[in-house]
């Protein structure tokens, strides 16, 4: 399965954009996805997850109610809404799947996504 993140950019605190991931290759409908973020010098985070029927949805405290994930199954695709952001969300944002049929959880474990798309650019200024 190949995944592509979209919807990066350069925006000022307070501001909102909207990721994008959507996958080619193989339906992810059935797979558990997620969001994880990089910055320079510090090790991927997880920052949201959504299992495959968009039921769960698991975040991390730092983006408890500014991030909202969801899923449409029927474009393959899954989003991050990203709003009320903060310098410190400054960030590679990866999308990634566990590759799991069905699995109820949505999984925060880095080492539990399989397949990883190519990362966007999230700036965010002060």
């Known amino acids: 399965v190949q995944l592509q993140a979209s919807g990066g950019g350069l925006v000022q605190a307070g501001g909102s954009l909207r990721l994008s991931c959507a996958a080619s290759g193989r339906t992810v409908s059935s797979y558990a996805m997620g969001w994880f973020r990089q910055a320079p010098g510090k090790e991927r985070e997880f920052v949201a997850a959504?299992?495959?029927?968009?039921?769960?949805?698991n975040y991390a405290d730092s983006v408890m109610g500014r991030f909202t994930i969801s899923r449409d199954n029927a474009k393959n695709t899954v989003y991050l809404q990203m709003n009320s952001l903060k310098p410190e969300d400054t960030a590679v944002y990866y999308c990634?799947?566990?590759?799991?049929?069905?699995?109820?959880?949505?999984?925060?474990?880095?080492?539990?996504?399989?397949?990883w798309g190519q990362g966007t650019q999230v700036t965010v200024s002060s």
């Open positions: 959504i299992n495959w029927g968009g039921y769960i949805t």
């Open positions: 990634g799947t566990d590759g799991k049929f069905r699995i109820t959880e949505a999984t925060t474990r880095l080492r539990d996504y399989l397949y």
